[in-house]
DNA sequence: CTTGCGACCTGTTGGC
DNA sequence: TGCCAACAGGTCGCAA
């Protein structure tokens, strides 16, 4: 789910929320969405009740020094160095309650059809009680992300081997176009969505971007031209910028953590938008796999 | 090196 | 109305 820009709505929001706070007590409802330190977090995740007991047991009484991010990790630092790595990948949540709104009916019920939801209490898997009374909650339908604890030595050790690429926010437009130029026979979208080669965009900010610099998803890194690759990379900042300003995309599970909607999807121009008219051309947008990815494109005006 | 596909999960949607 | 395949903001491991 949450790209770059969903993430960093959620850092935002939640440092102002815990930044200074005390972990007064952690609830795990499902054991397998627990990693802790430096294990892999497998596909086939297994709970475990050791590693349960250790996660907590190493939470509590922690400090909220600040929250950040990483790619599409919400970091969240302790003043003791140690931190929570959290992955939201395709339906995680974060919602942060106040004490006064705990048993606010707006959680607990299911939006059956309104779209974006906030999850019932099924799909809680982890409950943070800060010392002010406040909590916050891991929700996830489809089970897909997880919460990690790292130690204080072993964060760097963590972020080598996870080997993400660069911020695109941070990136010059030479550093943009030699990070294309390692991966010549790929397609443009591979790359874009490649987190060891930039880190944090998505399927929904990679068509978007690629839609605004009017390259087809599936061309070549090679093929394409020094001025359509400066194009790309400032429409990504555009893009990425604009995004975090509207809070993020909420199509079905992402919301801020106040339980509010990112309104980004209003200007979403291609994403899911494949047999309706290009916002540009009026040609019809179609769409095809790149990279084991749906790709919305305007056969049109992307060459 | 590269792509492609199945897995991991649960829920919603669209076609028949 | 009911069923069932296809698909969904991600990523990994393995085959070819």
């Known amino acids: 789910m949450p790209e770059l820009p969903e993430v960093e709505t959620i850092k935002r929001n939640l440092h102002q929320a815990i930044a200074g706070q005390k972990i007064k007590n952690v609830e795990v409802l499902t054991e397998k969405m627990i990693v802790f330190g430096l294990a892999k977090a497998l596909l086939i995740k297994k709970a475990d009740k050791k590693r349960t007991e250790l996660f907590v047991k190493s939470i509590i009484g922690n400090v909220v020094a600040s929250v950040e991010r990483r790619g599409k990790f919400l970091i969240i630092k302790f003043k003791n160095g140690s931190a929570l790595f959290i992955h939201l990948r395709m339906s995680g949540q974060l919602i942060f309650l106040e004490k006064n709104k705990l048993s606010s009916p707006l959680f607990l019920s299911i939006a059956k059809t309104a779209k974006p939801q906030l999850l019932p209490i099924k799909h809680t898997h982890v409950v943070f009680s800060f010392s002010d009374g406040s909590k916050l909650f891991y929700n996830d339908v489809r089970k897909f992300g997880h919460v990690r604890y790292v130690s204080e030595g072993d964060i760097e050790?963590?972020?080598?081997?996870?080997?993400?690429?660069?911020?695109?926010?941070?990136?010059?437009?030479?550093?943009?176009?030699?990070?294309?130029?390692?991966?010549?026979?790929?397609?443009?979208?591979?790359?874009?969505?490649?987190?060891?080669?930039?880190?944090?965009?998505?399927?929904?900010?990679?068509?978007?971007?690629?839609?605004?610099?009017?390259?087809?998803?599936?061309?070549?890194?090679?093929?394409?031209?020094?001025?359509?690759?400066e194009l790309l990379h400032t429409e990504i900042k555009k893009i990425l910028n604009r995004a975090i300003k509207l809070g993020g995309s909420s199509l079905e599970y992402?919301?801020?953590?106040?339980?509010?909607?990112?309104?980004?999807?209003?200007?979403?121009?291609?994403?899911?938008?494949s047999g309706k008219p290009c916002p540009r051309c009026g040609t019809i947008l179609r769409s095809m796999n790149v990279a084991g990815r749906t790709s919305t494109y305007c056969p049109n005006c992307q060459k």
């Not at 944090?200 to 990679?206: K, L, T």
Request: zero cysteines.
């Open 157 to 229: 050790v963590f972020l080598e081997t996870e080997n993400l690429g660069p911020e695109p926010l941070d990136l010059d437009s030479r550093s943009f176009k030699n990070i294309l130029e390692k991966y010549p026979k790929r397609a443009i979208k591979a790359i874009l969505l490649d987190q060891n080669a930039i880190a944090g965009i998505g399927n929904i900010y990679a068509d978007e971007s690629l839609f605004a610099a009017k390259i087809h998803p599936a061309r070549t890194a090679e093929k394409l031209k020094p001025a359509e690759i």
């Open 254 to 273: 992402y919301l801020k953590t106040n339980g509010a909607s990112g309104s980004f999807v209003k200007e979403h121009q291609v994403y899911g938008k």
